[in-house]
């Protein structure tokens, strides 16, 4: 019997059914495709422009930063950032000719790591990263190394997959000149501390892109497929640092820091335009080089690291012998295995390091509080002057200590036998404890305070650097903080804190007729075609004290160095006024004696004051010199003498500076006796003969050198001058009478530094020579000597 088809009914009913399935399968389909292209189109396309195209920004050229003169201290140049897309590493036809995929990743990234000193199976991890098609292998990369990683690349047939973008990077021209005010850059090319910080909206500029289409094996299309945004420039800045000015503040403080071994907290300083509040240099040491931010060279830091890695290694009963390469250079690959593999240990080491290259990174001009001191005075004496509770001729008693309020203990002067009877100048001269507290108890706390505030001493400058701290003061609200004691410990700056800049500023106001301005390190910002943007303006935030009082104050400030405790800053020639300082410190939980900080800010000239120069000498031991008017006194000096002439201040000798005065020595070889005594007679030299002959054969110092006036001319008669060189002998610790006469005896001429010689004691000795001692000289050479004098200059 034959088989049975479908009949009619059950053919109706397939036809149905497959009519449905159809329409339900295109049904789902068209849902799917108005899902995707409707409600998750911007989705989609995103994915869809991720798999075909190859997205790269552009780094801008970041602005430059200038000088005051237009030279060149921050710039950026081109470079290269090396990349590769992980998925179109393997080459499929290789594979089908032998060449195993991971033999292929092998190979690109031993070529990478080896041109461009990488670690391998770091390289390595990022070609394996088949999941992404963007890996940055390198940055910074310098135009040779970018053109021999090609070379070699195309040599092997393995460089489709490798990219090179445009980048650029920073250069600091000077390395680690200015470099906590210039701060740096990181990777990203982001400004991180200093100037680069403060503005990089301004200098940073605007990224472009290269978009390049992909094709299937994801290699670039033609360029008519790519569409290229270029980078906006950013904008350049023109500091009011002088670097001249920079370099010599740096070198004086290069000295003191030698000078200062135990200072654990280095020396700063400041140079500022008094009329204008620019400033003209700012300097802390040590420092670092923004070219190699996060490597630590100074010995003074890598030695508090390696005494800090020493107690973590102890705590954590780990023995391991930490190589140098990681003090400087930081790094796990630099810690030993043993080390790498505690974590723990490893954030402590890290967490050490890192706070090593803060105090590198920071500003403490700006950013770092401490207890003014003496300086302070001037602030005191001027807020009492200004309201008329005392004059100039005014008396105060200081019998070495004075009991104060509910304070059990007198608080003492720094001359514990007192300063007797004095008037207000003296009591500033002497640097009187006793006296400022007197004068202060006239003026009262609610004034103190006001005049405090007023001359901006309770609150950030506005200078333009990150980071800048307001000072601490007492808590007015409170009475058990502000009372009577605080306000006596306060007239002498004691008991709280502010910053350098702050000092700077209120100082800069006392002489300035009582202007108070805001400091300021950029001049102009220019446009990344060069025309200027915009350019900075004295701004005088308000008066503080009247033009009489500002008189008083230059004229007493002037009387401190040339008869007080500043007489270590004095320059012939310039009429320098100042204020020493040592003030005390908190001391660290491991210190086992007091700590001071030694400072002077000094004002020249006084009669027109053009610059105020700070510098402080930081975190001192009791047991080591400390003293402000001793060790940053000078200092302040010798940066005045060269920066006062360079800025065109003209020396004008008094009388009593004659012996300092320098003369242009005549020629007058040939002469007779009586002819060579009267030329030199009237140049302003004596002279002393050697020989019998008629006439002058040779005289020392030659025709056209310059030498004291002080200085005697040697005229030879008939016989010849030595030929041989002579040893400059050693002079430390001689008076000035006594180098003097011994270099003299040699032939040489003394060239008298420091310490005026109306204020030459017993105790003024020589601090310093140059040339140093055993350098071979000419006869007739001029030797410098600076004295200095340990009487008189406490300032405690």
């Known amino acids: 019997m034959a088989a049975k088809g479908p009949n009619n009914l059950m053919r109706s009913r ?45 780094t801008p050229n970041r602005g430059t930063i200038y000088d005051a003169n237009m ?46 000193e990488l670690d391998y199976d770091t390289v390595l991890g990022k070609i394996k990263r088949t999941d992404t098609q963007y890996q940055i292998i390198a940055q910074k990369v310098d135009k040779d190394t970018e053109n021999a990683l090609y070379e070699k690349l195309e040599a092997a047939g393995c460089g489709n997959a490798v ?4 980048d650029t990077k920073r250069y600091y021209k000077y390395g680690a000149f200015l470099s906590t005010v210039l701060g740096y850059v990181n990777d990203d090319n982001v400004g991180v501390y200093g100037l680069e910080s403060e503005y990089e909206s301004e200098l940073a500029g605007t990224a472009g892109r290269i978009v390049r289409a ?61 009329k204008t509040g620019a400033v003209l240099a700012m300097a802390n040491l040590p420092d670092f080089d923004p070219n190699q931010p996060r490597v630590i060279s100074d010995e003074r830091y890598l030695n508090e690291l390696k005494e800090t890695v020493q107690k973590l290694l102890e705590e954590a009963g780990v023995s391991a012998e930490i190589p140098d390469k990681y003090y400087q250079e930081g790094g796990l690959d630099n810690l030993p295995e043993s080390v790498q593999n505690n974590e723990a240990l490893v954030d402590a080491l890290t967490d050490a390091r890192t706070e090593e290259l803060y105090k590198m990174w920071y500003n403490p001009v700006v950013t770092d509080t401490y207890e003014p001191g003496s300086t302070f005075k001037l602030m005191n004496v001027a807020t009492a002057y200004e309201l008329g509770v005392v004059h100039a001729e005014d008396t105060f008693y200081c019998g070495g200590s004075m009991m104060v309020g509910d304070w059990k203990e007198p608080i003492k002067c720094h001359n514990t036998n007192g300063h007797g009877s004095q008037t207000l100048t003296q009591a500033v001269m002497n640097s009187c404890n006793v006296a400022m507290m007197q004068i202060v108890a006239k003026t009262g706390r609610e004034r103190f305070y006001d005049f405090f505030k007023a001359f901006g001493m309770n ?49 800069s106001a006392i002489v300035d007729d009582g202007r108070l301005k ?36 230059r004229d007493t400030m002037l009387q401190v160095v040339e008869s007080g405790t500043g007489k270590n800053a ?3 020639g310039y009429r320098v006024g100042g204020k020493t300082a040592t003030s005390e410190i908190l001391k660290e939980a491991e210190d086992v004696e007091d700590r001071y900080t030694a400072s002077f800010i000094g004002v020249a000239p006084m009669d027109d004051p053009q610059i105020v120069v700070l510098v402080a000498i930081s975190d001192l031991p009791e047991s080591s010199p400390h003293g402000g008017g001793a060790l940053a006194a000078p200092v302040v000096g010798r940066i005045m003498e060269d920066v006062l002439p360079y800025i065109g201040v003209t020396p004008v000798y008094t009388d009593e500076e004659n012996d300092r005065r320098e003369l242009t020595v005549p020629g007058v070889v040939g002469s007779t006796q009586e002819q060579a005594a009267s030329t030199l007679q009237q140049a302003g030299f004596a002279y002393r003969v050697v020989g019998s002959g008629d006439t002058v054969t040779d005289q020392v110092p030659a025709s056209g050198v310059r030498i004291p006036a002080s200085g005697k001319v040697i ?82």
């Not at 180098?739 to 005026?756: F, H, I, N, P």
Request: charged share 20%.
């Open 163 to 166: 990219y090179s973008e445009p």
């Open 459 to 507: 609150s950030r400058t506005g200078i333009d650097l990150p980071n800048e701290s307001p000072g601490i003061f007492f808590d007015v609200e409170d009475s058990t903080s502000w009372n009577e004691v605080s306000l006596a410990v306060s007239s002498f700056g004691q008991r709280f804190q502010v910053t350098p800049i702050q000092m700077a500023s209120m100082i």
């Open 715 to 796: 005229l030879y008669m008939g016989e010849d001058k030595p030929a041989e060189q002579i040893e400059v002998p050693d002079l430390t610790g001689l008076t000035p009478d006594e180098c003097r006469d011994t270099l003299e005896q040699y032939g040489l001429y003394l060239k008298q530094k420091g310490v005026a010689s109306s204020q030459i004691t017993g105790n003024t000795t020589a601090s310093r020579q140059s040339p140093a001692k055993g350098t071979k000289v000419n006869i007739g050479a001029v030797v410098t000597v600076e004295f200095s004098d340990t009487t008189g200059v406490d300032d405690r």
């Open 71 to 116: 030279q060149v201290l921050a710039e950026s140049a081109s470079v290269a950032r090396i990349t590769v897309n992980p998925k179109a590493v393997i080459d499929e036809s290789k594979v089908n000719k032998g060449i195993p995929a991971e033999q292929q990743q092998q190979e690109l990234a031993q070529i990478l790591a080896d041109t461009l």
């Open 14 to 58: 397939i036809v149905m059914l497959t009519l449905a399935f159809v329409a339900i399968g295109f049904g789902l389909v068209a849902v799917r495709l108005l899902y995707m292209q409707v409600f998750r189109n911007d989705f989609y396309v995103q994915q869809a422009t991720t798999l075909q195209t190859r997205d790269t920004l552009v």
């Open 518 to 553: 805001k400091p300021y390190l950029v001049r102009e910002v220019l446009n990344a075609d060069g025309s200027i943007k915009s350019t900075a303006e004295t701004e005088v935030v308000r008066q503080v004290i009247s033009e009489d009082t500002s008189a008083y104050m």
């Open 570 to 572: 004095y320059v012939p």
């Open 214 to 274: 992909q094709n299937a094996k994801n290699q670039d299309m033609p360029y008519d497929y790519q569409q290229y945004i270029p980078a906006t420039d950013g904008n350049s800045l023109v500091l009011t640092i002088d670097s001249d000015i920079q370099n010599i503040l740096e070198k004086h403080l290069e000295t003191a820091l030698a000078d200062n071994p135990n200072a654990r907290d280095g020396v700063s300083g400041i140079v500022m335009d008094v």
